[in-house]
């Protein structure tokens, strides 16, 4: 773990902007005591994505100042559906797909937490260890009665789906008990008194706590993250391929740190005090290197190393900066697989070559690079070797009457040609 900056957790929350709002009283217990706090995850994919990766941050500032971090897996309201944020209903899925998106959920969180080895080790609970086994009468007289529908209509994931087309069904109308009824669990199991979560689950949260006040006659607390967008209003984690996934089969490793260095100067100083562990006095320096020296990227490259880091691991990191050093810096190849290559150039100009064709003498090297269309003629492709302006695999070519064999397809399936510095065509064998 890193070295503590400030003296107490809320400090070191509000100093990075991890705090939206919190009832009552909140600040001053986690300052004065240790706390056992949850959050949940929904498991609504096998893997959990950037925009999971504020929550996970503040479980993990839970861990570094002393107090018990639960991660709560939803596998029960899972089935059901969180209607917050959401203007359509969530499609359900199958028990078998929840309860392997729970797994998968697990392992991930793992990277972040502690769950053995110190004194307050990480706990991880599934909800459909309770949820599941659930009498709907009892659960109606003993957890529903202790709420109005008038109460529960004038939350705000309520209310913003009733004024919706799709309107609300009855399932996701009583998502708000279940969760409610989780927080008492806890309460009750783990004398956990404090739900977190992002700003658009103050309700839920809230009616937790209410719950817990009014069956167990405890005092238990909220505290929400703000929902985090960028600076030209897109929420957080979109992209135009979609989501950006923690695993790497979903998103690999070269694409999630390439997420994270593209990040604006608008944003990155805020990212690196969400989603980093960097010291106040390494990010002031990231934050005056980025005002004195912008063209560098510095904040950036940090942000995309420490969190890949965090993700990914060392190999994942080093994975990743080699693809960087291959796509823009003209680094050769060694090292990396035809599943990467076509990982790293999936967005550049490509073209299919039968294996035949490299097969035995193989293929003049400027008849392959005419066929990849680098330009318009033998001779401007002749001209362009003479001058070193061509690469085989990022290597420059320098014999116009060189041959390329099956030899030259990185596992027999893949190979790369480069005009100038950045001017690629990927050929596929």
Not at 76 to 91: A, F, L, V, Y
Request: net charge negative.
């Amino acid at each position: 773990m890193n070295v503590l900056t400030a003296t107490n957790l809320v400090e070191e929350l509000r100093w990075r902007g991890l705090i939206h709002t919190a009832t009552e009283g909140a600040e001053e217990t986690l300052i004065n005591e240790k706390v056992t706090a949850y959050i949940g995850f929904d498991p609504t994919a096998d893997s959990l994505h950037v925009g999971h990766l504020l929550p996970i941050m503040v479980l993990v500032h839970l861990q570094r100042y002393g107090h018990t971090p639960i991660a709560l897996a939803g596998g029960g309201t899972g089935m059901i559906g969180d209607p917050s944020g959401r203007t359509k209903e969530r499609q359900l899925l199958t028990y078998e797909q929840i309860a392997y998106n729970v797994e998968c959920i697990k392992r991930q969180l793992s990277a972040f937490l502690h769950f053995e080895g110190i004194e307050n080790p990480a706990i991880m609970v599934n909800n459909a260890d309770w949820l599941a086994k659930l009498n709907l009468i009892e659960f109606l007289r003993d957890t529903g009665k202790h709420f109005t529908v008038n109460y529960m209509l004038a939350k705000d994931s309520v209310k913003t789906r009733l004024e919706s087309e799709e309107g609300i069904s009855f399932t996701e109308f009583s998502y708000m008990l279940l969760q409610s009824y989780d927080f008492l669990r806890l309460y009750l199991e783990h004398g956990c008194t404090f739900q977190m979560g992002g700003s658009d689950q103050w309700g839920n949260i809230t009616a937790g706590a209410e719950l817990i006040r009014k069956v167990a006659d405890g005092k238990a607390h909220a505290v929400t993250v703000p929902l985090v967008t960028s600076t030209s209003g897109v929420k957080f984690g979109k992209t135009e391929a979609g989501a950006v996934w923690l695993d790497p089969a979903r998103t690999s490793p070269f694409r999630f740190y390439q997420f994270w260095i593209n990040t604006t100067d608008g944003d990155v100083i805020p990212y690196l005090k969400y989603f980093t562990l960097l010291s106040r006095e390494e990010i002031a320096e990231l934050e005056r290197a980025l005002a004195t020296e912008p063209h560098r990227r510095a904040a950036q490259t940090r942000l995309a190393e420490e969190v890949t880091r965090m993700v990914h691991g060392e190999d994942g990191l080093r994975k990743a900066q080699a693809a960087t050093e291959v796509l823009f810096g003209g680094r050769d190849l060694e090292g990396l697989s035809a599943d990467d290559l076509l990982d790293i150039f999936a967005e550049v100009p490509s073209s299919a070559l039968a294996a035949g064709s490299l097969s035995g003498a193989g293929i003049n090297v400027v008849d392959l690079a005419l066929e990849a269309g680098l330009d318009r003629s033998k001779k401007l492709i002749r001209d362009l070797i003479k001058n070193g302006g061509l690469y085989l695999n990022n290597r420059p070519v320098d014999d116009p009457d060189r041959a390329v064999t099956l030899d030259d397809a990185i596992d027999g399936r893949v190979i790369v040609l480069r005009k100038g510095k950045k001017n690629y065509h990927l050929v596929q064998v």
